[in-house]
């Protein structure tokens, strides 16, 4: 099964899901200079729901919070997107230490996390079909900064990782608008790409923020004290679960900023 480590990481995913080898692979590096500024780029919209989230578990692989996306109650709208898409869930890809975690990386800079806010596109009926469509996938990314003046809003997923330390665990998670989370600006970077994960299809329009959240290094400690074993196995700190950069074969990335 795909991870993280030598024998079933990034370059063997390939070997069992061969779209990882793909002309529109995410995550990628992102250098100023060959960015586009599109002055036709919308601004973009989230109204959430903070009834809509539900709970919050470690698969293993990251700690993620689900929402009810049964109906349009969570939406993303606006810039690169047309149409309403349902927020789904969000999940953190995080470094075994501060200088590293992120799986976009700007200008050379890897952060020390990045959070992504999934949405899916419900003109394609369910997420298992919007993943068969170039635009049936929003990604919201959001860059975590270690840093002096810490977020507070990133405290309340915080505070669940102590009931969810292990594999399969999971944690009622009610009464979050996951908006908190979201930085002053909303200057984005905009491209098409995929899953950082298998199957890597590719079929996300990619939303990167480019203001970054400060979390505290006590904060990002706190997240790698979560562990990829179940209850009662070897202990196997969950860390390092980003994909590295993938070839960006020719695609533009747009700025909604100059
Ligand atoms: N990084 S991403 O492109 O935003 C992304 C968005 C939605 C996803 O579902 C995944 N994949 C995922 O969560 N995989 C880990 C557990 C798989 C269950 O075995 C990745
Ligand atoms: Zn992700």
Request: net charge neutral.
């Amino acid at each position: 099964v795909w991870g993280y480590d030598s024998d079933n990481g990034p370059e063997r995913w390939h070997e069992n899901y061969p779209m990882a080898k793909g002309d529109k692979q995410s995550p990628i590096e992102i250098n100023s200079k060959d960015v586009q500024h599109d002055p036709s780029l919308a601004t973009w919209h989230a109204s959430y729901d903070p009834g809509a989230a539900k709970t919050i578990l470690n698969n293993g692989r990251t700690c993620r919070v689900v929402f009810d996306d049964t109906f349009d109650r969570s939406v993303l709208r606006g810039g690169p997107l047309t149409g309403a898409y349902r927020l789904r869930q969000l999940h953190l890809h995080w470094g075994s230490s501060d200088d590293h975690g992120s799986e976009h990386v700007i200008d050379g800079v890897k952060y020390a996390a990045e959070l992504h806010m999934v949405h899916w596109n419900p003109k394609h009926g369910n997420f298992a079909g919007a993943l068969k469509q170039p635009d049936g996938v929003a990604v919201v990314g959001i860059f975590l900064k270690v840093g002096k003046t810490p977020k507070p809003e990133m405290k309340r997923i915080l505070e669940e990782i102590d009931n969810i330390k292990t594999k399969g665990k999971e944690a009622p998670f009610q009464h979050f608008d996951p908006s908190i989370l979201f930085p002053k600006s909303r200057d984005y970077w905009t491209y098409h790409g995929s899953f950082t994960t298998p199957p890597c299809e590719e079929c996300i329009t990619w939303i990167l923020l480019r203001e970054p959240i400060e979390v505290s290094s006590d904060q990002m400690a706190k997240l790698r004290s979560l562990s990829k074993n179940s209850e009662n196995e070897p202990l196997n700190p969950l860390v390092d679960n980003w994909r590295p950069p993938q070839p960006v074969k020719g695609r533009i990335v747009k700025a909604s900023f100059k």
